[in-house]
């Protein structure tokens, strides 16, 4: 079952902040957050684990509640390079280590 | 700086043909994996390597097989092809098993006739 993510899209002035929800019904292990611009191959920009370790892009922010197996992606301050579409990927508690399952994607649109 | 080869961009293929989609990676890494991507529903884990000739099912594998028989090589088969696997397959790959980045290759369009 695949995490579901919130909005589906948001349009975004320079220099305005958005958050993208991720959430998930299952228990989680990790969460990764990746950012696809038109016509690229997905980029990674973080991984937060079950226990509250983050790694990942140090100019972008991002929390996980492992109450509500809901993960959050703060975009502040935001850029024109930040547009694109962000997914995230859940990694469930009772899943094989490899097994990512993604969402549908936020399509982020930054104007100036 | 990692690469992710995929061997076409686009592909056009007939209704039952054997295709065979390639992907390579430079990076020396032990897991690969293969996605498609479609409109609102993301990417989905077709299957994925942790070493060669070892793999797992991923949530989609029905009509799809995969071969690793080199280390950097990751090969997506589908047996006969169908008007419902008209879509964008992306490879990947990574290191590691517990916090792990993927990188990702820049995707094959295959359409079926």
């Known amino acids: 079952q695949q995490p579901v993510q919130s909005p589906q899209a948001v349009i975004l002035r320079e220099g305005e902040d958005a958050v993208i929800n991720c959430s998930s019904s299952?228990?989680?292990?990790?969460v990764h957050w990746y950012r696809q611009k038109h016509g690229e191959a997905p980029v990674f920009l973080m991984i937060l684990l079950k226990g509250g370790e983050q790694k990942g892009h140090e100019k972008i922010s991002a929390s996980f509640n492992e109450k509500k197996q809901q993960s959050s992606l703060y975009l502040t301050a935001s850029q024109l390079s930040y547009s694109g579409t962000y997914f995230c990927g859940t990694r469930r508690i009772t899943d094989s280590w490899g097994k990512l399952q993604f969402g549908a994607g936020t399509q982020v649109v930054v104007t100036p | 700086d990692v690469k992710v080869t995929q061997s076409s961009r686009y592909l056009v293929k007939r209704t039952g043909e054997k295709v065979f989609l390639e992907c390579v990676q430079d990076m020396d890494h032990e897991n690969m994996f293969w996605y498609r991507q479609d409109p609102g529903l993301g990417l989905r884990l077709i299957y994925f390597s942790y070493d060669v000739k070892m793999k797992e099912k991923g949530d989609i594998p029905e009509g799809y097989s995969v071969s690793r028989e080199k280390k950097e090589r990751f090969s997506l088969i589908l047996e006969s092809a169908s008007t419902n696997q008209t879509s964008m397959y992306l490879c990947?790959?990574?290191?590691?098993?517990?916090?792990?980045?993927?990188?990702f290759g820049p995707g094959t369009r295959l359409t079926v006739t």
């Open positions: 299952k228990a989680l292990y990790s």
């Open positions: 990947a790959s990574s290191t590691g098993t517990s916090a792990y980045e993927q990188y």
